[in-house]
């Protein structure tokens, strides 16, 4: 079991910056990938960025340049940030945070309760 604690986010002016923070405890041995996902109301939900275990990046199209993904590695648990900035309307979502683990090739997905970021004047 993963347990996921996710924190940030808010009411952001169009053009600001926001950080978003998501700390994952419990066996984390198993968790090779995490990272963040995005829903707006009516869309699916969809990878914003993510981080593996050896520090590979990868960033949705829509956010190169402006979101910054990273990682702190503790010895019982692993935060993961991601910094925003130049905020646009269209950034407006749930973000979720996610952990992928694999564990003798028994793959399971964690999510966290997601948190709100309002992009708006």
């Known amino acids: 079991q993963v347990q996921l604690v996710e924190s940030g986010g808010g009411l952001v002016q169009p053009g600001g910056s926001a950080r978003l923070s998501c700390v994952a405890s419990?066996?984390?041995?198993?968790?090779?990938?995490m990272g963040w996902y995005r829903q707006a109301p009516g869309n699916e939900r969809e990878l914003v960025a993510s981080?593996?275990?050896?520090?590979?990046?990868?960033?949705a199209d829509s956010v190169k340049g402006r979101f910054t993904i990273s990682k702190d590695n503790a010895k019982n648990t692993v935060t993961v940030y991601l910094e925003m900035s130049t905020l646009q309307p269209e950034d407006t979502a749930v973000y979720y945070c996610?952990?992928?683990?694999?564990?003798?090739?028994?793959?399971?997905?964690?999510w966290g309760q997601g948190t709100q970021v309002t992009v708006a004047s």
């Open positions: 996610n952990a992928a683990t694999s564990n003798y090739g028994d793959d399971y997905d964690y």
């Open positions: 419990g066996t984390i041995l198993y968790v090779y990938s």
């Open positions: 981080i593996t275990r050896e520090d590979s990046i990868k960033y």
